[in-house]
């Protein structure tokens, strides 16, 4: 069986500060990982995600996440927040082996403060 | 332009009354999914279809049904037997690996708010 954690229910952070969202697996195979952005009332957008190669990997709106296998986490990471970031974030995982379905993490919502 | 549409955006059902939700896609992706969030909480999967005319249960199929007659569509019944169907509706589409324009991530719609009167 596959799973997520997302251990902080919340974020706070200053803008201009660095912020990052923590995110751990489960797999029993090779991940596939994947992280969303959903802001009040919308669907879920796609940032980022990890399937091979480089462990630091680049996504949208200047979002990263680094893979560590060995700790099994896949945090996302912005080198300067902005007020906007404000949104509910969410870690998925794809297990390879085990077909095309994700499971995500509870959430994590991320306050950036002016 | 491409995307997935769900409607009603809103939606308000009485008790012991079924629903049902609409999903369409113009991204030619072979596979939809059905989620349910609710607050607090992350995405738990309803239903999944690979392809036309097949589907799958997913975590938390009781009480629902769905359908999926043609690639584009894959409509959710909500039926009176989900006693607490309260919740936010988020559809999803992706191509499966092997298939035409593989992708392995999810796109999502904008969602639709169910609420039990």
């Known amino acids: 069986a596959q799973s997520v954690a997302q251990p902080e229910d919340q974020v706070n952070v200053a803008e201009g500060n660095p912020l990052t969202v923590k995110c751990t697996y489960s797999v029993s195979g090779n991940p596939y990982l994947f992280w969303y952005v959903q802001y009040p009332n919308r669907g879920l957008q796609f940032l980022l995600k990890?399937?091979?190669?480089?462990?630091l990997v680049k996504g949208s709106y200047g979002f990263e996440a680094e893979f560590n296998k060995s700790q099994t986490s896949f945090h996302l990471k912005k080198p300067s927040a902005l007020v906007s970031d404000s949104a509910l974030y969410f870690c998925a995982v794809r297990d390879n082996n085990a077909g095309n379905m994700l499971t995500f993490g509870g959430g994590t919502r991320l306050m950036v403060k002016p | 332009d491409g995307g997935i549409t769900q409607s009603p955006k809103y939606l308000f059902r009485k008790e012991g009354q079924n629903v049902t939700l609409s999903c369409e896609q113009n991204l030619n992706h072979d596979a939809m999914y059905w989620y349910r969030q609710d607050p607090g909480q992350g995405l738990r999967l309803i239903y999944y279809s690979q392809i036309v005319n097949d589907f799958q249960k997913g975590d938390i199929a009781e009480g629902y049904s769905v359908s999926r007659e043609k690639k584009e569509s894959f409509p959710l019944t909500v039926t009176s037997a989900q006693k607490n169907p309260t919740a936010f509706y988020l559809c999803?589409?992706?191509?499966?690996?092997?298939?035409?324009?593989?992708?392995?991530?999810?796109?999502f719609g904008p969602g639709t708010r169910l609420t039990v009167l």
């Open positions: 999803a589409s992706n191509s499966p690996a092997g298939g035409p324009g593989y992708n392995t991530e999810q796109f």
């Open positions: 990890y399937i091979t190669g480089d462990n």
